[in-house]
């Protein structure tokens, strides 16, 4: 959807430690909570908890503010009216975070439930296919991260990417290394950031 996707500044160094840190170790820590409130409270349902879970992760989302401030990221377009800062540098989309929860928890119960075997729902036919250890190692991998790209797709990436084409508030004093010609700079190609307040962004020559 973004017409000079080429240009979309990367930072390795930086996802290396913000994977880890918003995807994996919150789903392990949700599952932690599911597993000590079901002790101590048999009689709620797990929609009751995962909700809580929910919750929780919208919270730990709002994180984000601090990687946004100190500049090791940007929302360069949001929607003004559902974005905490609006119009500044440090602007967080609370619907991004809002997607992220719904993909961490979707995360966090796939993790929880589990078989006797200790196998997700997309690795309980693994033993009528693999005729080895090997085999069954490889198939139980691309089964799980089948699903979680699928979940990454689907829960976050889909959703962000229609909201972002009604974005209506652009990031001022945006600085050049979080834009990096994707839009507004000759090099961009004439791209505008924003077209208008109820103009969508389209892709380059439509």
């Known amino acids: 959807l973004t017409p000079n996707a080429e240009f979309l500044p990367a930072t390795p160094l930086v996802s290396a430690f913000a994977y880890p840190w918003s995807i994996f170790f919150p789903a392990v820590i949700a599952c932690h909570l599911v597993k ?14 995962f909700a809580l879970i929910y919750a929780i992760l919208f919270v730990f989302g ?47 119960a796939f993790r929880y439930f589990r078989d006797e075997q200790g196998l997700s729902v997309v690795e309980r036919s693994v033993d009528e296919i693999a005729k080895t250890p090997r085999q069954r190692f490889i198939y139980r991998f691309l ?4 699903f979680c790209v699928a979940v990454f797709l689907l829960a976050y990436n889909i959703p962000e990417a229609l909201a972002s084409m009604h974005a209506d508030t652009y990031a001022k004093d945006l600085p050049s290394f979080l834009n990096n010609d994707v839009c507004g700079t000759p090099r961009s190609g004439g791209v505008p950031c924003i077209q208008g307040d109820d103009t969508p962004l389209t892709r380059a020559g439509n």
Do not use: D
Request: glycine content about 4%; overall charge positive.
């Open 36 to 49: 000590r409130w079901q002790a101590k409270y048999p009689r709620r349902s797990y929609l009751t908890h």
């Open 62 to 108: 709002l994180q984000e503010l601090i990687t946004v401030y100190f500049q090791f990221m940007a929302f360069p377009t949001v929607i003004g009216s559902l974005t905490l800062f609006a119009g500044e540098v440090y602007q967080l989309p609370v619907y991004e975070t809002a997607f992220y929860s719904l993909m961490m928890v979707i995360f966090a």
């Open 143 to 146: 089964a799980t991260h089948g």
